[in-house]
DNA sequence: GCGCCCGGTTGGATCGATCAAGGGGGCGAC
DNA sequence: GTCGCCCCCTTGATCGATCCAACCGGGCGC
């Protein structure tokens, strides 16, 4: 089955060669070619090394499409990719998708990206397990009420989450996420060592498990070494000027002298009112962020704040995808992963 | 070939239904599901229907693999995803791709992302295309020596790019870009109506092209108004403490009274020096950005900044696409947007 | 009466890799 | 000598959608 003849005087495009093309040129058959490729053990070195040779010199790659066809998978791994918020720091999602890409690499998956669709948040989902687009996905906003990871689940559809599912007792799914709590307990904890004693939060509003889990950490810390907390924290919107004003609310009312925030955004709001009262941060008064933002890298001061391990997150996340896929089973429902704290001269 | 066999008494992961299984459902041939699919004009409306509706029924979709092995299609867009760079304010790459992935989904297609291999920039691409895994390529990249799109244009791969061949006049390859320097003349003019003479720039070193063209609009700007330049320019490292550096040293010898930066990450410099001179950005001295950054949107004075439309050129790059991959000629050779200013207090 | 269009049906081939079964040759054991 | 077995490789069928060619009977125009 030579395919020189489509390739003569042709303007047309390039087949590329086939599994039957390498055979032929090679003496052997496809099969051996595909044992070649996929089970070099069943094959005699010297074959092997013949074999391989054609490969290389027709430059061949097996055919994605045929490939996925027969085995029923396509090592592809899918992602509803959420769009940035402008007008705020986060920007969370995006470096986990790069450290996503890379460790699947590793896997031999790729990352296929499809947008959310705010009215329907299954479609997006239903359309790829159904048209057997995708082997897995990764889901990344696990919520409050956020129905992906249950629909998921009743479609026997293989995914891991990032993020725990908080409110859902009954959810049986594969989880990884960051221990929140352990992040603020670091900053807290950090603050407390640098002498301070009036260490305010800053959170978000109350139905945020993710922000509730975080002001924990601060709390239990403050406990811990017995520092008071009434009248030191604040939840509020996750936008600049809300974490601005919350500050100028608790610097007047109960004097704190360090402030630790929920967010980047928060803590830039901060930041905000210190420079309005014409405080220096770091030295009068501390700050510190969660997310370790570009904004927080940039920012002139340095924003010390806590860093998720994404790139781990990322590495755990294909692990356990594979465990899932391999039909194996899963020993651990869960993986708590430790962030870190990345301290600038904020604080 | 009915299927319902596959599904009884199954704890097996459910067979999804096949274009067959539509066919014996609604009483007609695998052909007149696939044209109802794909040619609906040559149905009768009322067999379309019964069609359609026993479609939704079963909840089918074509399947992927077997769709792609015989049109020899992927409805997938490869795009190669740069890490972010950690210590500056540029993130451009994760906005884009947010558009590129949603003005795809509405052309029909994917994206898949694959990771940068310093190494060999063009293995990524390779393995791709000669597995037939993606149907074309957005490239990102077309900095000074960029081997990509040559080789891409060699290997016959349909692909768009974003950024202007700047160095490589004999490149034949389509592509979309932003005008950087109608987003200076912009920001310049800009400085000017707000009565500003002494406008300086900061810009990145002389190998950059794109870094040289933004700097012409600033230049050709401040000439059409006859306006001064000499001492007033700068080329710096793109990082924080250099645009810092740079604005001291043109304060100290030129005195200014606003900048002109070709990027977010230099305009944070130029603030933090203001900032240690206790001048108010936007009041005592004018500082405009390039990108508009989450962090130019968060920053507490909030940075004026030029946007570029990202948005319209993912549509655009996806409508070019399309254009090449149906072979109609492509008219254009290149297009060419124009970025908006984003007005904040810091001029 | 011939040819053609319409809205389908039918059988088969096709895409390229993989799976399951089988087969020839060599070797050791009996 | 031959039986069985393993090794290495070949062969035919398969995955599911699509494409192709041929064909159907009724209606229409010439």
């Known amino acids: 089955m030579g395919r020189s003849d489509h390739r003569l005087g042709s303007q047309l495009p390039v087949t590329p060669p086939t599994l039957a093309d390498v055979a032929e040129r090679a003496g052997v058959s496809r099969q051996t070619v595909s044992n070649a490729v996929n089970n070099p053990d069943l094959l005699r070195p010297d074959t092997l090394e013949r074999v391989r040779q054609t490969i290389a010199e027709l430059g061949y ?6 490939r996925n066809l027969r085995t029923r998978t396509s090592s592809l791994i899918g992602l509803r990719f959420t769009p940035v918020q402008e007008g705020t720091a986060n920007a969370t999602m995006d470096r986990f998708v790069h450290s996503l890409v890379e460790a699947s690499e590793e896997a031999g998956y790729h990352v296929l990206l499809f947008p959310a669709d705010d009215d329907d948040p299954i479609s997006g989902y239903d359309n790829l397990i159904s048209s057997t687009a995708v082997d897995a996905f990764v889901v ?33 799914h594969v989880w990884v996420d960051v221990d929140g709590a352990a992040g603020t307990r670091l900053a807290t904890q950090h603050l407390i060592d640098r002498g301070h004693t009036r260490i305010a939060w800053i959170g978000w509003r109350k139905d945020s498990p993710i922000g509730e889990d975080r002001r924990a950490g601060w709390l239990s810390t403050m406990h811990a070494n017995g520092l008071p907390t009434t009248g030191l924290a604040s939840r509020v919107e996750d936008v600049v000027h809300s974490g601005a004003e919350a500050a100028a609310v608790l610097l007047d009312e109960s004097r704190p ?31 510190v962020g969660f997310d370790d933002s570009q904004v927080a890298q940039v920012y002139p001061v340095g924003l010390t704040s806590v860093r998720q391990p994404l790139e781990d997150v990322a590495v755990e996340i294909v692990r356990t995808l594979r465990a899932l896929l391999s ?19 904020s604080s």
Chains 1, 2 share one sequence.
């Open 61 to 66: 790659s097996p055919n994605r499409a045929a």
């Open 140 to 172: 990344t906003d696990t919520y409050l009420g956020n129905p992906q990871a249950t629909w998921l689940s009743r479609q026997r559809a293989p995914f891991v989450a990032f993020g725990r599912p908080w409110d859902d007792d009954v959810a049986r």
């Open 257 to 287: 002298t360090a402030f630790v925030c929920a967010s980047d955004t928060l803590a830039m709001g901060v930041l905000h009112t210190l420079w309005i009262r014409q405080l220096a941060p770091g030295r009068d008064v501390a700050v």
């Open 327 to 345: 039909h194996q089973q899963v020993e651990t429902r869960g993986v708590l992963l430790e962030p870190t704290l990345t301290i600038r001269q």
